[in-house]
Protein backbone atom coordinates (compact mmCIF):
# COMPACT_ATOMS: atom_id res chain seq x y z
CA UNK A 1 0.00 0.00 0.00
CA UNK A 2 1.39 3.40 -1.20
CA UNK A 3 1.73 6.53 1.58
CA UNK A 4 -0.79 7.96 -0.31
CA UNK A 5 -3.74 5.38 -0.11
CA UNK A 6 -2.48 4.75 3.37
CA UNK A 7 -3.46 8.44 4.34
CA UNK A 8 -6.81 7.81 2.47
CA UNK A 9 -7.61 4.59 4.23
CA UNK A 10 -7.84 6.79 7.86
CA UNK A 11 -11.08 8.00 8.13
CA UNK A 12 -11.72 10.13 9.49
CA UNK A 13 -8.48 12.19 9.38
CA UNK A 14 -7.37 15.28 11.53
CA UNK A 15 -8.13 18.38 10.37
CA UNK A 16 -4.75 20.37 10.71
CA UNK A 17 -4.61 24.19 11.36
CA UNK A 18 -3.93 25.02 7.95
CA UNK A 19 -7.07 23.35 6.78
CA UNK A 20 -9.19 24.61 9.89
CA UNK A 21 -8.28 28.41 9.01
CA UNK A 22 -9.25 28.15 5.32
CA UNK A 23 -12.06 26.43 6.58
CA UNK A 24 -13.41 29.80 8.04
CA UNK A 25 -13.37 31.30 4.68
CA UNK A 26 -15.48 28.57 3.16
CA UNK A 27 -19.12 29.92 2.36
CA UNK A 28 -22.40 28.60 0.96
CA UNK A 29 -24.29 31.07 -0.92
CA UNK A 30 -27.99 29.60 -0.51
CA UNK A 31 -28.10 27.50 3.27
CA UNK A 32 -31.69 26.75 1.77
CA UNK A 33 -31.04 24.74 -1.24
CA UNK A 34 -27.03 23.85 -1.45
CA UNK A 35 -26.92 20.49 0.58
CA UNK A 36 -23.75 19.51 -1.26
CA UNK A 37 -20.70 22.10 -2.41
CA UNK A 38 -17.73 21.04 -3.43
CA UNK A 39 -14.94 23.95 -2.59
CA UNK A 40 -11.38 24.18 -4.44
CA UNK A 41 -12.30 20.60 -5.63
CA UNK A 42 -10.72 19.61 -2.65
CA UNK A 43 -12.91 19.64 0.10
CA UNK A 44 -16.82 18.70 0.45
CA UNK A 45 -19.72 20.80 2.32
CA UNK A 46 -22.10 18.00 2.86
CA UNK A 47 -25.56 19.11 4.80
CA UNK A 48 -25.38 17.22 7.64
CA UNK A 49 -27.52 14.01 7.28
CA UNK A 50 -29.85 15.97 5.22
CA UNK A 51 -31.05 18.45 8.46
CA UNK A 52 -33.42 21.03 8.51
CA UNK A 53 -31.76 24.35 9.74
CA UNK A 54 -32.60 24.89 13.61
CA UNK A 55 -34.39 28.09 14.23
CA UNK A 56 -33.68 28.61 17.72
CA UNK A 57 -35.31 31.28 20.49
CA UNK A 58 -34.28 32.71 23.58
CA UNK A 59 -35.57 34.88 26.29
CA UNK A 60 -34.85 37.61 24.29
CA UNK A 61 -37.31 37.07 21.86
CA UNK A 62 -34.62 37.18 18.90
CA UNK A 63 -34.80 34.13 16.47
CA UNK A 64 -31.15 32.47 15.46
CA UNK A 65 -30.74 30.30 12.94
CA UNK A 66 -28.05 27.13 13.04
CA UNK A 67 -27.06 25.33 9.98
CA UNK A 68 -24.29 21.93 10.53
CA UNK A 69 -22.48 20.83 7.20
CA UNK A 70 -20.43 17.86 7.05
CA UNK A 71 -16.77 19.74 6.39
CA UNK A 72 -14.95 16.33 4.47
CA UNK A 73 -11.78 16.39 2.28
CA UNK A 74 -12.81 15.22 -1.23
CA UNK A 75 -9.73 12.22 -1.74
CA UNK A 76 -10.79 9.57 0.05
CA UNK A 77 -13.90 11.23 1.08
CA UNK A 78 -12.25 11.59 4.94
CA UNK A 79 -14.35 13.69 7.25
CA UNK A 80 -12.51 16.18 8.57
CA UNK A 81 -15.24 18.08 11.16
CA UNK A 82 -18.27 20.26 11.35
CA UNK A 83 -18.87 23.61 9.68
CA UNK A 84 -21.45 25.29 12.00
CA UNK A 85 -23.41 28.64 9.75
CA UNK A 86 -25.04 30.68 12.88
CA UNK A 87 -27.12 33.32 11.10
CA UNK A 88 -28.55 36.19 13.96
CA UNK A 89 -31.49 38.16 13.34
CA UNK A 90 -30.09 40.88 11.22
CA UNK A 91 -28.82 38.14 8.70
CA UNK A 92 -25.27 38.08 10.50
CA UNK A 93 -23.39 35.09 9.88
CA UNK A 94 -20.88 33.66 12.03
CA UNK A 95 -19.05 30.77 11.33
CA UNK A 96 -17.10 28.08 14.03
CA UNK A 97 -15.21 24.69 12.67
CA UNK A 98 -16.08 21.56 14.71
CA UNK A 99 -13.24 18.98 14.38
CA UNK A 100 -13.79 15.87 15.03
CA UNK A 101 -11.72 13.60 18.37
CA UNK A 102 -8.19 13.08 16.16
CA UNK A 103 -7.37 16.90 15.43
CA UNK A 104 -4.42 18.37 17.16
CA UNK A 105 -5.13 19.93 20.61
CA UNK A 106 -3.49 23.21 19.02
CA UNK A 107 -6.77 22.99 16.43
CA UNK A 108 -9.01 22.56 19.34
CA UNK A 109 -7.92 25.06 21.16
CA UNK A 110 -8.39 27.63 17.93
CA UNK A 111 -12.01 26.34 17.72
CA UNK A 112 -12.68 27.12 21.49
CA UNK A 113 -11.34 30.31 21.26
CA UNK A 114 -13.74 31.08 18.42
CA UNK A 115 -16.34 29.82 19.68
CA UNK A 116 -15.72 32.14 22.91
CA UNK A 117 -15.41 35.47 20.44
CA UNK A 118 -18.60 34.81 18.80
CA UNK A 119 -20.16 34.40 22.65
CA UNK A 120 -19.01 37.74 23.28
CA UNK A 121 -21.12 39.34 20.91
CA UNK A 122 -23.79 37.12 20.61
CA UNK A 123 -25.17 36.51 24.06
CA UNK A 124 -26.35 32.56 24.89
CA UNK A 125 -24.54 31.35 21.45
CA UNK A 126 -22.57 28.61 22.84
CA UNK A 127 -25.26 27.36 25.07
CA UNK A 128 -27.72 27.31 22.23
CA UNK A 129 -24.75 25.58 20.30
CA UNK A 130 -24.51 23.20 22.63
CA UNK A 131 -28.08 21.99 22.51
CA UNK A 132 -27.55 21.98 18.85
CA UNK A 133 -24.58 19.57 18.97
CA UNK A 134 -25.87 17.54 21.75
CA UNK A 135 -28.41 16.75 20.50
CA UNK A 136 -27.20 16.28 17.25
CA UNK A 137 -23.72 14.34 17.98
CA UNK A 138 -24.62 12.71 21.66
CA UNK A 139 -22.99 13.07 25.02
CA UNK A 140 -19.82 11.84 24.63
CA UNK A 141 -18.89 14.92 21.78
CA UNK A 142 -20.78 17.32 23.82
CA UNK A 143 -18.61 16.98 26.75
CA UNK A 144 -15.37 17.25 24.69
CA UNK A 145 -17.05 20.35 23.26
CA UNK A 146 -17.66 22.31 26.16
CA UNK A 147 -15.24 20.71 29.14
CA UNK A 148 -11.83 19.06 27.26
CA UNK A 149 -10.63 18.11 30.73
CA UNK A 150 -11.62 16.42 33.89
CA UNK A 151 -12.68 18.95 35.80
CA UNK A 152 -14.51 16.10 38.32
CA UNK A 153 -10.53 15.82 39.05
CA UNK A 154 -9.93 19.36 39.81
CA UNK A 155 -12.19 19.77 42.69
CA UNK A 156 -10.48 17.27 44.68
CA UNK A 157 -11.06 17.27 48.11
CA UNK A 158 -12.43 20.72 50.02
CA UNK A 159 -14.80 22.03 51.78
CA UNK A 160 -17.79 20.10 52.33
CA UNK A 161 -19.84 21.97 54.28
CA UNK A 162 -23.76 21.96 52.19
CA UNK A 163 -23.96 25.41 51.07
CA UNK A 164 -24.36 27.38 47.92
CA UNK A 165 -21.90 30.17 46.90
CA UNK A 166 -23.10 33.86 48.03
CA UNK A 167 -23.99 35.24 44.60
CA UNK A 168 -26.93 32.83 44.30
CA UNK A 169 -30.40 34.94 43.86
CA UNK A 170 -33.06 34.18 46.49
CA UNK A 171 -36.41 34.99 45.66
CA UNK A 172 -38.09 37.06 47.95
CA UNK A 173 -41.98 36.96 49.10
CA UNK A 174 -42.72 40.50 47.59
CA UNK A 175 -41.13 39.16 44.24
CA UNK A 176 -37.86 41.00 44.69
CA UNK A 177 -34.55 39.02 43.88
CA UNK A 178 -31.70 39.31 46.93
CA UNK A 179 -28.12 37.67 46.81
CA UNK A 180 -28.05 35.47 49.17
CA UNK A 181 -25.43 36.59 50.92
CA UNK A 182 -27.42 39.51 51.85
CA UNK A 183 -30.50 38.00 53.38
CA UNK A 184 -31.27 38.81 56.72
CA UNK A 185 -33.14 37.05 59.38
CA UNK A 186 -36.37 37.74 59.39
CA UNK A 187 -36.59 38.26 55.36
CA UNK A 188 -39.38 36.72 54.09
CA UNK A 189 -38.70 34.05 51.36
CA UNK A 190 -40.54 32.05 48.87
CA UNK A 191 -40.77 28.16 49.63
CA UNK A 192 -42.75 25.81 47.02
CA UNK A 193 -44.26 22.55 47.61
CA UNK A 194 -42.45 20.35 45.00
CA UNK A 195 -45.56 17.85 44.70
CA UNK A 196 -48.52 20.92 43.87
CA UNK A 197 -46.14 23.61 43.22
CA UNK A 198 -48.15 26.18 45.40
CA UNK A 199 -46.01 28.69 46.87
CA UNK A 200 -45.94 30.30 50.54
CA UNK A 201 -43.72 32.21 52.06
CA UNK A 202 -41.36 31.84 54.94
CA UNK A 203 -39.26 33.43 57.24
CA UNK A 204 -35.51 33.34 57.49
CA UNK A 205 -34.59 32.18 61.37
CA UNK A 206 -31.18 32.72 60.22
CA UNK A 207 -27.97 32.75 57.53
CA UNK A 208 -25.49 30.25 57.87
CA UNK A 209 -22.10 31.80 56.88
CA UNK A 210 -19.34 28.92 56.52
CA UNK A 211 -16.04 30.21 56.36
CA UNK A 212 -14.01 30.76 53.26
CA UNK A 213 -12.83 27.63 52.01
CA UNK A 214 -12.02 26.51 48.17
CA UNK A 215 -15.30 24.56 47.88
CA UNK A 216 -15.90 22.09 45.64
CA UNK A 217 -19.01 23.53 43.35
CA UNK A 218 -21.60 21.78 41.22
CA UNK A 219 -23.09 24.02 38.21
CA UNK A 220 -25.98 22.69 36.19
CA UNK A 221 -27.26 24.40 33.33
CA UNK A 222 -30.69 23.43 32.85
CA UNK A 223 -32.59 24.08 29.84
CA UNK A 224 -36.49 23.90 29.01
CA UNK A 225 -37.14 23.99 25.05
CA UNK A 226 -39.90 24.06 23.45
CA UNK A 227 -39.34 22.62 19.69
CA UNK A 228 -41.60 22.74 16.65
CA UNK A 229 -41.13 20.58 13.67
CA UNK A 230 -42.18 22.22 10.01
CA UNK A 231 -42.00 20.96 6.95
CA UNK A 232 -38.95 23.25 5.95
CA UNK A 233 -37.46 24.00 9.76
CA UNK A 234 -37.23 23.28 13.17
CA UNK A 235 -37.93 25.97 15.10
CA UNK A 236 -37.01 25.75 19.02
CA UNK A 237 -37.60 28.21 21.94
CA UNK A 238 -34.80 27.83 24.56
CA UNK A 239 -35.36 29.34 28.05
CA UNK A 240 -31.82 28.46 30.45
CA UNK A 241 -31.23 28.72 34.02
CA UNK A 242 -27.94 28.00 36.12
CA UNK A 243 -27.39 26.83 39.21
CA UNK A 244 -24.26 26.47 41.67
CA UNK A 245 -23.82 24.73 44.87
CA UNK A 246 -21.97 22.29 46.90
CA UNK A 247 -22.13 18.64 45.22
CA UNK A 248 -24.06 17.74 48.44
CA UNK A 249 -26.72 20.25 48.81
CA UNK A 250 -30.05 18.25 48.50
CA UNK A 251 -32.73 18.95 45.41
CA UNK A 252 -35.91 17.78 44.23
CA UNK A 253 -36.06 15.70 40.84
CA UNK A 254 -38.32 13.86 38.63
CA UNK A 255 -36.61 10.61 39.97
CA UNK A 256 -36.59 11.62 43.42
CA UNK A 257 -34.52 13.45 46.15
CA UNK A 258 -30.84 13.87 45.39
CA UNK A 259 -27.67 15.78 46.23
CA UNK A 260 -26.89 18.23 43.43
CA UNK A 261 -23.09 16.17 42.80
CA UNK A 262 -25.28 13.33 41.89
CA UNK A 263 -27.69 14.54 39.32
CA UNK A 264 -26.57 13.36 35.94
CA UNK A 265 -27.09 15.39 32.52
CA UNK A 266 -30.54 14.75 31.16
CA UNK A 267 -32.85 14.38 34.08
CA UNK A 268 -35.23 16.86 35.24
CA UNK A 269 -35.70 19.53 38.10
CA UNK A 270 -37.99 21.59 38.97
CA UNK A 271 -37.89 25.57 37.86
CA UNK A 272 -39.79 28.92 37.66
CA UNK A 273 -40.91 29.74 34.00
CA UNK A 274 -41.56 33.42 34.58
CA UNK A 275 -43.15 33.34 31.04
CA UNK A 276 -45.84 31.28 32.33
CA UNK A 277 -45.81 32.23 36.00
CA UNK A 278 -45.72 28.42 36.87
CA UNK A 279 -43.27 25.63 37.80
CA UNK A 280 -42.21 23.61 35.06
CA UNK A 281 -39.62 21.04 34.72
CA UNK A 282 -36.10 22.03 33.13
CA UNK A 283 -33.81 19.26 31.84
CA UNK A 284 -30.13 19.05 33.07
CA UNK A 285 -28.27 20.23 30.17
CA UNK A 286 -24.42 20.19 31.39
CA UNK A 287 -23.04 19.40 34.78
CA UNK A 288 -19.63 21.12 35.56
CA UNK A 289 -17.50 20.37 38.82
CA UNK A 290 -14.72 22.48 39.32
CA UNK A 291 -12.93 23.76 42.54
CA UNK A 292 -14.83 27.21 43.17
CA UNK A 293 -11.76 29.12 44.57
CA UNK A 294 -11.50 30.56 48.18
CA UNK A 295 -15.11 32.05 48.89
CA UNK A 296 -17.79 31.60 51.89
CA UNK A 297 -20.58 29.38 51.50
CA UNK A 298 -23.98 30.01 52.75
CA UNK A 299 -27.26 28.56 54.02
CA UNK A 300 -30.85 29.77 55.05
CA UNK A 301 -32.91 28.20 57.76
CA UNK A 302 -36.11 29.02 57.56
CA UNK A 303 -39.49 28.47 60.15
CA UNK A 304 -41.36 26.46 57.62
CA UNK A 305 -41.45 25.10 54.28
CA UNK A 306 -39.13 22.36 52.56
CA UNK A 307 -37.41 24.36 49.43
CA UNK A 308 -36.46 27.91 48.50
CA UNK A 309 -36.24 29.12 45.08
CA UNK A 310 -32.37 29.95 43.81
CA UNK A 311 -31.52 31.48 40.64
CA UNK A 312 -35.30 30.32 40.12
CA UNK A 313 -34.15 26.45 40.54
CA UNK A 314 -36.73 24.64 43.37
CA UNK A 315 -33.87 23.33 45.76
CA UNK A 316 -34.21 21.72 48.85
CA UNK A 317 -33.83 23.15 52.37
CA UNK A 318 -30.51 21.08 54.16
Not at 170 to 178: I, L, T
Not at 217 to 235: N, P, Y
Not at 260 to 280: P, Q, R, V
Request: aromatic content about 8%.
Amino acid sequence: MTAKAQTAAVNPRPLTMDEYKKAKAFAINNLDKDTYVKIENTYILDRYEMRKPYFITGDDGLKKRIDLYKLMAKEGMQELGLMIFYTNEKGKQYKAVLPNFTADGKVWEQYFEDIHAIDKEEKNYVLKLSYILSKELGFQQYKVINQGKDLKAESATYGNDICFPGDQVVAMANGSRKLLRDILPGDEVVTVNPETKLETVTKVRELVAHEAKNYAITQLVVIAAEEKAGKKETTIHLKDKVLEATPNHPMKTRAGDKKIGEIAEGEEILCFNKETNSYEPYTVLRKKEFAGGVQKVYNMVADQGTTFLMNDVVVKQK
